[in-house]
């Protein structure tokens, strides 16, 4: 498939241009004032041209629960998400394409799903996922949640005795689980890559990391975690190591260019340059980090340092939504209020390669996706500029990142292959999506709380220091 994108707008240094854009194939040919037209032609006229966003971190199957957690912090809110009965694998197949819907309409091409996996039945829910992404056409980053630890784990202990309740989880077992996966669905070629992805230090033993790094290395895998997120995990790091979660993390060889880690919160300087060295790249979720409270993420530290640093929206249940303009904005917006020299703000272009490029770097694939370049595959976005909610012309990238951009997207294309057009996704039915979502879920009012969140919630007051 041959087509050219006529006459559209694209950035470049300190302005803008019109430009027309060859696509052959999966990928980007040639980028001119005028090209002769080959294939099919495609009006960019009024339009912005803009390479797609990478969603770098989020679990799609939290779809089911937005809007109904009540605002805990994450340990509390984790433990009453634990509370919702196991999705059925048939939902983890909606919610898959509500999350790649909800990210292709707003500018993204790529997906890094940390997918919780319904116990049993683990390999059906990675099965299900992916389903949903090939069928939408999105790239998929598949990163199946593993732990090995007991979620009781996932607490500081304060020194509180705590018994705890059960044995560990297999760690042989979990990393068969990612071997299968590996083996069954990583293609690349095909826009799906399987991701090894340890949730974290909070829940994971020494073992599972090394046997992710083991698999990482012998099949090219990039590798993907929750980094000290919250204050109680930078006490748990301080337990269960005796020294920092990053220091520790380096020291077991798991940083390095094809790691990324999302939250990033609660590091120290010393812990930012080991960031820096290693390469590892740092996913921002502002949103869900002011949902859960859990802190801003030192960013323009980041940015200044020279770690690499890209966006996501993190799981539906934190968030409540999957609107990758929505994170970017409030993502470099945020960071203003740190920092009273405005000349390390972060500028809407700057959001912009965050997104796309930074998203690229942070799976290892700079040089296939996250720019307009020749050679570079065609995951590409137009957004439509006669939109109300970007006029008057101005500066389009600025009022796409600062502004309230509403169904900009007109068309998106994911390795050449046009999977949006005129707003709405080609392949799928939303309106039978929207069905399917009415039909399985009910207005429910406020959850009581369960008691087992109440004795947790107990412990958790006691060990951040709370009134009890
Ligand atoms: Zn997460």
Not at 9 to 14: G, T
Not at 38 to 57: D, M, Q, R, W
Not at 75 to 86: D, M, R
Not at 436 to 448: D, F, H
């Amino acid at each position: 498939m041959s087509f050219t994108i006529q006459q559209a707008l694209i950035p470049v240094e300190n302005g803008y241009t019109t430009a027309d854009v060859q696509i052959v194939g999966e990928r980007l040919v040639a980028i001119a004032p005028k090209l002769e037209i080959i294939g099919t032609v495609v009006s960019g006229e009024n339009k912005l041209l803009l390479p797609g966003f990478v969603n770098a971190h989020t679990h799609s199957s939290e779809i089911w629960q937005r809007g109904a957690l009540r605002p805990f912090p994450l340990e509390l809110w984790l433990a009453e998400l634990y509370e919702f009965p196991p999705l059925q694998p048939e939902q983890i197949y909606l919610s898959a394409l509500v999350t790649a819907t909800e990210t292709l309409l707003s500018g993204g091409t790529s997906i890094v799903d940390h997918l919780v996996l319904i116990p049993g039945k683990e390999i059906e829910s990675i099965t299900q996922a992916i389903r949903a992404y090939k069928e939408i056409g999105i790239r998929v980053f598949m990163a199946p949640l593993i732990y090995d630890e007991l979620l009781d784990a996932g607490l500081p202990s304060g020194n509180i005795r705590v018994e705890n309740s059960a044995r560990e989880l297999p760690t042989a077992e979990t990393l068969a689980l990612i071997l299968e996966a590996v083996n069954k669905f990583h293609n690349p070629q095909e826009c799906v890559s399987v991701l090894v992805a340890p949730t974290g230090i909070q829940l994971c033993s020494d073992k599972l990391f090394e046997g992710c790094i083991e698999l990482s290395d012998r099949y090219n895998l990039c590798r993907h975690s929750h980094l000290l997120e919250t204050k109680a995990q930078q006490l748990i790091a301080q337990e269960k190591y005796g020294c920092s979660a990053v220091e520790h993390l380096k020291n077991i060889g798991y940083l390095s260019q094809r790691t990324s880690l999302a939250h990033c919160v609660w590091l120290s300087e010393r812990d930012i340059n080991i960031l820096a060295e290693t390469g590892a790249t740092v996913v921002h979720n502002p949103l869900s980090n002011l949902r859960l409270g859990s802190g801003i993420a030192p960013i323009i530290k980041y940015l200044k340092a020279g770690v690499n640093v890209s966006f996501a929206c993190d799981g539906a249940s934190s968030n409540d939504s999957q609107d990758l303009l929505e994170a970017i904005k409030i993502g470099s917006l945020l960071h203003n209020v740190t920092t009273f020299d405005y000349r390390d703000w972060i500028s809407p272009r700057q959001a912009v390669e965050m997104a796309s490029l930074g998203g690229a770097k942070g799976l290892n694939l700079e040089n296939e996706i996250g720019s307009l370049t020749v050679g570079k595959k065609a995951d590409i976005v137009l957004y439509d500029l006669t939109n109300l909610s970007l006029l008057p012309r101005t500066d389009p990238i600025g009022l796409l990142v600062r502004g309230r951009p509403t169904n900009v997207v007109d068309s998106v294309w994911v390795n050449g292959e046009r999977i949006v057009a005129d707003g709405k996704p080609t392949r799928i039915n939303i309106d039978e999506l929207r069905r399917e979502l009415w039909e399985r879920s009910q207005v429910t009012g406020e959850r009581p709380i369960s008691n087992a969140v109440r004795e947790l919630e107990a412990h958790y007051r006691r060990v951040m220091g709370l009134n009890v």
